[in-house]
């Protein structure tokens, strides 16, 4: 088979597991068996709770709670309200959105328990929260996982009685500022008999649901997760991120306790996040099922677990596109650099010698500057005068990840496209990736698996040779790697694309050395006319962004911000 039928199998392979990694399941209606998560059956909860805005201590949301009490309570739960006063700064930011001036609003969590076979175990509590911002009625954000969880309790409940108890909380004023889980964390009794925590959230209204956020010392909790769940989504990469972020959901009162906690979430249709449009019509009903599936799964996993997970040195984990939880310990990312420096050599030695090698490592450090700078130029075009709005540049995700797509591989077409590399200088083109993962390795080993493994196995495929066993190679490990970085390109965009596209250089980087074995070049000039064809497309998109008025899903509280 020639190079170019193998490139072309490894790019069409890459999207279908791009494609793959980034979509839902199909949802099971609500003729779904008894036991198993269903989103039809969910979504007559959401239909209800999301008719309409319900802010914390507003009438709306105690009907709100009053649903969610009774659906408990129709289950064979033991259900209660634990009420209190919203601290002096959530009573400002209520008063905002609700124009009524309330010094000491109350707020009220809704608490069920399932009781299960022995009660003195430590129970798995199972955490969303039913208030929403101003002028949103929170299909997605919190009510898809609100419903999820009566769901998922329903699910439980039909499988018989549990091990251990199952506690369902519903929290209050997570909206402005995540009270009712500090309450509950701080000060209800009911707290010292939990052992096992899972939150749900959502940024948006669909998409793959993914393990974002885990308790420290996580290796028996992923363990556990990736020996539960069916179609399973998350990084370690995540993980680390969003422990860099300055964000926060009700999990983030659980950090510093006994508690083994998990954090899931999706992020699609990101215009919808706190949108007045965020209706139950409009949620990603394939990410409600996601959603729940993983829930579930875990839950039954923790609740039959004797002892639950306890803490264990950190691993390096991500979903092997939605089929598995790949999982190994941190350390073993230096055995694989190790390999990589070894396959390296044996290509550098194939031929090409060390100034071929210097050209392979100047032009991938070519790519990632070029690249660098076109996407942070057109970036900067797309954003206009003034302070952007940060739910008017969510909305407009979809065409930023045109924009870089178009940059980033306009970039490639101008570095790389060209060039038909020797052995040496594929080598060389590896070498900025091997230190970089290196660095990361040393500096953040949870998260260095997604430059290092990619160029193991880059290694691997130029080691082979340029025969028929290396061109099997170079499609085995360039398809996989392919799929990955547009997974994870995708997942850059939807999660700091609005502000830090430049995040995307990275998988572009990667993936133009996984294509590299198999790359035969192209006429200079070809490559700079399609570059200049990109480039355009790239700058039309960006103005686009820039001149097109405030999106009508910008919430109303953030219009003039």
Known sequence: MSKRLILLAVLIAGVLLGIRATTPPVPLGADAPADRFSAGRAMADVRIIAARPHLAASPEDAA??????????????????????????????????????DPAPVLTNVIGVLPGKDRSLPAVLLMAHHDTVG????????????????????????????????????????ELGLDGAQHFFTSDPLRQHVGAVINVEARGGGGRTTLFETSADNGAAIRRAAGAIA?????????????????????????????????????????????????????????????????????????????????????????????????????????????AALGLGLAARRGGGWGEGLAGAGRMLALIGLAGLVLWSVNQLSLGAGKPNYYDRLAAIPRLEVMALAGGLAAWLLTMAAWKAKPAGMAGAALPLFVLGAVMQALAPTAAYVVVLPVLLAALAMAAGEGAAGRIVALAVGAPVLGYMISLGHQVMQGVGPGLPIAAVLPLAVAALSVLPIWDGIAARTARLAAAVLLLVAVGTALTVRLDPLADTVPAYSADK
């Open 64 to 101: 709100v709670r009053a649903h969610i009490a009774a659906r408990m309570q129709a289950m064979g739960m033991s259900v209660s309200e634990s009420r209190f006063t919203a601290p002096p700064q959530s009573a400002k930011r209520l008063a905002w959105w609700s124009g009524k001036q």
């Open 135 to 174: 002028g949103s009625p929170g299909g997605a954000d919190d009510t898809a996982g609100v419903s999820a969880l009566l769901e998922t309790a329903r699910a439980v409940r039909a499988g018989g009685q549990p091990a251990r108890d199952l506690i369902l909380l519903i929290t209050d004023g997570e």
């Open 231 to 339: 179609w399973p989504g998350g990084s370690s990469l995540a993980v680390f991120i969003y422990k860099v972020l300055p964000n926060d959901t009700d999990l983030t009162e659980t950090r510093g306790g006994p508690y083994t906690a998990y954090n899931f979430a999706f992020i699609g249709r990101p215009q919808l996040y706190h949108s007045p449009k965020a209706t139950p019509d409009a949620l990603d009903q394939g990410a409600l099922q996601d959603m729940g599936a993983q829930v579930l799964d875990l839950t039954r996993a923790l609740l039959v677990a004797e002892p639950l997970p306890g803490k264990a040195a950190d691993v390096v984990f991500f979903d092997l596109f939605g089929t598995m939880l790949v999982v190994y310990p941190a350390w073993a990312g230096w055995i694989m650099l190790a390999g």
